[in-house]
């Protein structure tokens, strides 16, 4: 009997979270949905559950270090291991710079990016205790690599998940640990609403194949393929999943 492989997965209450759930659960993952929204979480596992999958809800706040290693204790204590960690919970809202209150900046590195780092960090060492040649995948964005108007600490979040998969990369391949990261474009989920209200999604659809939004559907096959063996190649590399939107002009 083959081992099934054990996927956490933050942000796992909505949007590409959500999908990435039900998707490495369609295929016979065990599934942790970390989330600190606690309704839409455990919605995530029932979900998974009404379709003969297995899953855990964690809630989790990722920007606090504590929560985040007791989200990996709590996996490995349910499923004895931790194959593929998703650091994806983000969150991002259209400022100005010079209109930035100093409180949502900080809140906005707390998560994007302090999030990921922690989730790199704890789920990192618990693979290299266990000795499991696992994944970590981070969920970048477009606006890692490409400027945009009012999106500075968004912007700064996604840059740092950049070079935080290099170098993680970089640290942990001796261990057999894949860091990669994923880099969406614009995809239809409630973190583009405030974009939306404002009129910015219908310019930058333009520039998507087919002129439309990407589903999150999408995202979590991506993220799907990456986590598998046949991706071993594929490690330091930010991956672009925006439908060509960081390649057009
Ligand atoms: P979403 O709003 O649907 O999902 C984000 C999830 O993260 C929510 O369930 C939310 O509760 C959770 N979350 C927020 N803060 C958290 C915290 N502190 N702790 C735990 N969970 C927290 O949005 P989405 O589009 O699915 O976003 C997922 C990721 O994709 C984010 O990192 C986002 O920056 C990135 N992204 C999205 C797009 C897009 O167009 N939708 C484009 C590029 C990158």
Redesign the pocket.
């Known amino acids: 009997m083959t081992t099934k492989r054990v996927a956490v997965i933050?942000?796992?209450?909505?949007?590409?979270?959500?999908?990435s759930c039900l998707k490495f659960a369609r295929k016979g993952d065990q599934v942790v949905v970390?989330?600190?929204?606690g309704v839409?979480?455990q919605e995530t596992v029932d979900l998974i559950a009404a379709e003969g999958g297995e899953a855990l809800f964690v809630q989790?706040?990722?920007?606090?270090f504590e929560?985040v290693e007791a989200l990996i204790e709590e996996t490995v204590n349910r499923f004895g291991r931790i194959d593929v960690m998703f650091n994806?919970?983000?969150?991002?809202t259209p400022t100005p710079v010079l209109d930035q209150k100093l409180e949502d900046y900080h809140r906005i590195i707390?998560?994007?990016q302090h999030?990921v780092a922690y989730g790199i960090i704890a789920a990192g060492k618990k693979m290299r205790e266990l000795n499991i040649k696992g994944v970590i995948i981070n969920?970048?964005?477009?606006?890692g690599v490409l400027a945009s108007p009012g999106t500075f600490a968004?912007h700064a979040?996604?840059g740092a998940v950049n070079m935080m998969t290099k170098s993680a990369a970089l640290e942990l391949s001796p261990y057999g640990i894949r860091v990669v990261g994923v880099?969406?474009?614009?995809?239809?989920?409630?973190?583009?609403q405030g974009?939306k209200d404002k009129g910015i999604i219908d310019a930058m659809k333009a520039k998507v194949m087919g002129n439309k939004?990407?589903q999150?559907e999408q995202?979590a096959d991506a993220v799907y393929l990456l986590s598998l063996e046949e991706a071993s190649a594929i490690n330091g590399s930010v991956v672009m999943a925006?439908e060509g939107y960081a390649s057009f002009k």
């Not at 970390?34 to 929204?37: R, Y």
């Not at 989790?60 to 606090?64: F, L």
């Not at 880099?183 to 583009?192: E, Q, Y």
């Open positions: 933050t942000g796992g209450a909505s949007g590409i979270g959500r999908q970390a989330d600190f929204d839409r979480g989790t706040d990722v920007s606090k929560q994806n919970a983000g969150i991002g707390d998560i994007n999030g969920t970048t964005s477009v606006f968004y979040t996604k880099a969406p474009g614009v995809v239809d989920t409630p973190i583009i974009y939004l990407t999150p995202l925006d």
